[in-house]
């Protein structure tokens, strides 16, 4: 079994509350768990502009596992309303 986490950092459009961040991260975040993941916002609650969302599978193949993990990366770096500055990845297998 392989386990992948995938931390993204993400920098909002023109928000002026935390109102208006959890109408845009709400979406992403529904968006990403239709592909099976476990997803949330796992920092920088607080601040309006920014947002960290974390995303963790488990794949019998570290090839699924990757493909997974760039479909997540990549709906989110395609969305007009942000902006992805880093996508951070971990990997774990059987010899971790």
């Known amino acids: 079994m392989y386990l992948g986490a995938l931390e993204l950092d993400i920098l909002l459009g023109d928000v002026r509350s935390l109102k208006e961040k959890r109408s845009l991260v709400k979406?992403?975040?529904a968006a990403l768990a239709r592909y099976g993941v476990s997803v949330a916002e796992t920092?920088?609650?607080d601040r309006y502009r920014r947002s960290l969302i974390g995303v963790a599978v488990a794949s019998a193949d570290v090839a699924h596992l990757n493909e997974i993990l760039d479909t997540c990366e990549r709906t989110v770096a395609a969305r007009?309303?942000?902006?992805?500055?880093a996508a951070r990845r971990r990997m774990f297998g059987p010899e971790d």
């Open 27 to 29: 979406p992403v975040i």
């Open 43 to 45: 920092g920088d609650q």
């Open 80 to 85: 007009p309303e942000l902006q992805l500055l």
